[in-house]
């Protein structure tokens, strides 16, 4: 018998399949399983969420920049609304300029509402959630995006 | 032929069936049985109930399901408390069970979570996200969370004992006043004052329960716990401890222990100190004298009692000697008792006081003489005798009239060892013909030469004499070998 | 043109799938003849260092129980879960024990992973050890293997390198007082010269501890050189040795076996016939499976198997028992984290890592023979096995060669014994330094219970050789011997030793801490 010739064989039976298969299901879920673990579960550092204190402090058409935490709160007639000052680009800080915010990176240019009048940025400066805290606090969650022109009333 | 692999397959199949039920085991328990996850669900419930107006409604659309934490870089916390007390700075949150509840008092009003974490109060593991862990009672983690009315101790992390209003710390107050009502400073050293006998405390807080000996303590086997009872019965707790039970209530242990944990040199970014702690960091380099009554009691009380009375001690196997006694100060000189204070009695458990050992200040030691002598005629009587004495004789005498309580040699026993070093040097001559002749009021020691049936003639009392000062050249050596030994607590704790 | 031109793009992109497919897979489906079963195995890079066919006895589980294959894939899943730890990690003394609380209480699946990493890690020191007893009881060593047996042996204490490594990791007080007694087993060779004067002149136990902690104490310095040793240096040499132990298997023939002897029988197509035998001078090789002009070679009946796919599910089957153990383990417990390493207390007792726990009771003798000069003996011992036993016989099988069963039972209640004995002996009375305290330590380094085991060994195993009159015989008394010695050595420290090291029945009796 010549092996030049061999016969044809057919291994595939209900265990073969049934073993692979499980097999890769444990491999499947193995990764699954693997593959969650880069994803952090809770954020290192200090909360976005910022609590500024009493809102009494901050008088009606006053601006307050907060460097650390890369936002700029105003209060108008209407209400407070906090615009983050992180460059909608490619995430620079921006400064303020004279006719509202410029950043240093790539040459974006904001209004003094956040939106675009100039260079790469896409969208307008985000506009963050402003709410209180339980104990009356002026929280602002960086996290959290709100539409423009949104006030949060005292 | 039959099939050589049948066996590796079916194998195969069971090994990875398993594989897949432990993986479905291990995310499941992970995923949906977690304390955390059912905790915050309670939550959501509560603020659901609660949410009447707009504000419960916003904090109910904010609410999320997920891991919450204050992390502190400064402190080098990573407080996770918050991920189960979810309400703790909710005011509606005040009738509700834990882990719901609002944190009691106004404390977080200028201790925010986010700027202080939880852990630099209450101890306790941070990272822990279940009960158990958190409490850190009988899992690995050196500092366990502190049972609420003992959280006290922590405040004086940031603020100065004193300048905090004493009804937010009562057990503290306490602490800090029967320590000095208990005379603790007697054997103890805090912030460089006190005695040798026992271990200083100035790092007490900082201690982790393997630094103290469990055995015969109930559980659960933390530090808080083994400072309650051993206040209660020190014996009972480290077995052989020289130190004496200081019979106190359980609130007043309670109070003990609090001051103990209060003791903890952390290093505590400026940021955070009240400058009230930072005025305290300068007193204490630059202390104010007490007065002598007051040194006297924090720093003499526990072995002298009030000094009256000579006492037999029965941790130290000796007398301890009255010395507040009228015949003392009317005999002892300013400079005998100086150097008794200063340097100590090399041999017995008197350590030195001077301020490079006990850490008094030269005023205090000045106050304290006068307190002694409180009392006393300024100008004892002292004779001189200027017969010279004979050593051999002298030791006969020693041998018949003074070694059963001296001791042989003087090395002490009933009685004060008078072979020692400093006695021999501060003694003068004056003093101890003085002390043979009108023996000690209020001790055991008698007089040699009553008026009306003297045991020693002046000869006899000048070769006493001599004999004595030769012992001063003998010891030497051994005296300051034997007082190491003596002034380390055998047998306390590791 | 440009038609043709546009229709082969679109026909080839019509291709896209199968042409990429082919390009991956060159078999393209399941194999369906034994040449194809062969092309399966020599088309893989990750197959193709089997051969086509392995011999029967290859695949019988009681001649190896899978140990070498479970040691690779315990490596395997160390090597997974390792990256995986990596990415939350921190190696600074400030860092690492927080970032280990981190993966043990948020990290999705953290918890879990740390655990397999851990329990692999001991299943693969644990899995090497026995891997080299089978080795050496199947006689698996000897000639041409002998370069294999060294190559094991590199293996074995890479292995438990990369343990000892990763046990410093985690920055508790486990870790701290493990290794600070570890790297002062570096620094005994002082204990010797300290004891003849010459450490001002040649410290060679100074300079291997500082170069294993970069500096005098366990600090940060040694944490990243233990963390490049661990993550880097030893995985490298270890998968570079691994691949060089799996190639040798191939080059030495496969696994040992006992040649077919002459007129023994095969399955030949259906029937048995009698084994071929091929003959010496001629040329077989790769023959019979390559397409081709060439003159086929019959060969005639053997006892193979083709590799693929018997070989495959054995492998397979081995590598998710591996998996599936290293689970139910992690599943239930936890891998061990203590506090925070502390400098100023103690842990006590400080144990090593298990497989450590024979040699640190040696080591509470004397630092240098128990802790570097008894393990170097043992080290170069099974080196030099099968270069002084060479005579062939008993290749393949357990216990093959004549009487050698006797010796090995004989061995074994010998060096029970005698272990036994003298661990009760200085449990009850002490050594030398109890009885003569100012006795010179070059007395306590030359006599100590651990001089005195290996001393008797070696006597029992000469007594052996005389009486047998068989090298081999005279290897297994001495293996046995050893193996036995470090099995319970390991076990009356780690059950029997208890707090300042003394002795207790159980651990429940250590006192409370």
Known sequence: ?154 | MKDPSRIYRCLLLVASLVTVGYLVGAAVHENYLAQWKVVQHQYQDILRQKATDDRGRELLAKFRVEMKQASIPALGAVDRCVTCHNGIDDPRMTDVEQPHRTHPGHILDKHPVDRFGCTVCHHGQGAALTFREAKADDVFWDYPLLPPEMTEATCVTCHDAEKLPPDQIPLLTAGMKLYQQKSCGSCHKLGGRGGALGPALDNEGAKTKHQLIMTSLRPPHTTWNWQLAHFRDPGGVVPDSQMRNPTVTQREALALAVYMLSQWKRDIPESYLAPDKIEQKYRALHPTPLTGEQVYQQYCNACHGNGSYSRWDKKFKRFVPAIRGVSLVSTATREYLQANIEQGRPGTQMPAWGPHAGGLLPDEITGVIEYLRAGAPTAPAMTALTLRGDPSHGLSLFLRNCAGCHGMNGRGGLAPEIGNPVFQRAATDEFIIGTIRNGRVGTAMPAFQRPEAPTLGDQDIADVLAYLRTLGEQKGRNAIAQNVTLSAPPGGRP | MAETATREFLHNLHELPHTVKDACFRLGKTPESEREESQATFHNLFLHIHSVRVHVRTLKPTLTFGLGLMATASFVITIITGVLLMVYYKPSTDLAYQSIKDIHFTVSTGRFIRNIHRWAAQLMVLTVLLHMARVFFTASYKKPREFNWLAGLGLLVITLALSFTGYLLPWDQLAYWAITIGSNIANSPRELTDAIGITKFFDPGGFQKRLLLGANYVGQDALIRFYVLHVFILPLALVTLLGVHFWRIRKDGGLAKPEDPMGGLAEWGGERRAVFQPLATKTYGLMALVKGKRPPVNRGPENTVMSWPHLFWAELSVFMVTVAVTLILSFYYDAPLKELANPAIPENPAKAPWYFLGIQELVSYSAFTGGLLIPVIVVVGLALIPFLDRRPGGEGTWFGTRSERAVFWQSFFFALAVTVGMLAFTVNYGWLRNWFPNIHQLWIIAINPGSLLVLIFAVWSLFILKRKDSVRLAAVSLFTCFLVGFTILTYFATVHRGPNWHFYWWPSQWPVH
């Open chain 1, 1 to 154: 018998m010549s092996r030049l010739d061999p016969p044809r064989i057919n291994r595939r039976s209900f265990l073969s399949l049934a073993s692979l298969g499980s097999f890769f299901a444990a491999l499947g879920t193995a990764a699954a399983g693997m593959l969650r673990l880069p994803n952090p579960a809770v954020l290192p550092g200090p909360v976005r969420r910022f609590k500024l204190g009493p809102p009494e402090q901050f008088s009606p058409g006053s601006e307050t920049a907060f460097a650390e935490q890369n936002l700029v709160l105003f209060r108008d007639d209407q209400g407070f609304y906090a615009i983050s000052s992180t460059c909608t680009h490619l995430g620079c800080t921006v400064a303020r300029s004279k006719d509202g915010f410029a950043c240093p990176c790539h040459g974006s240019r904001f209004d003094s509402k956040g939106s675009v009048i100039g260079g790469p940025a896409p969208r307008p400066l985000p506009w963050l959630e402003v709410s209180r805290a339980a104990n009356g606090d002026l929280v602002v969650n960086a996290d959290n995006e709100v539409p423009e022109g949104t006030r949060y009333r005292v």
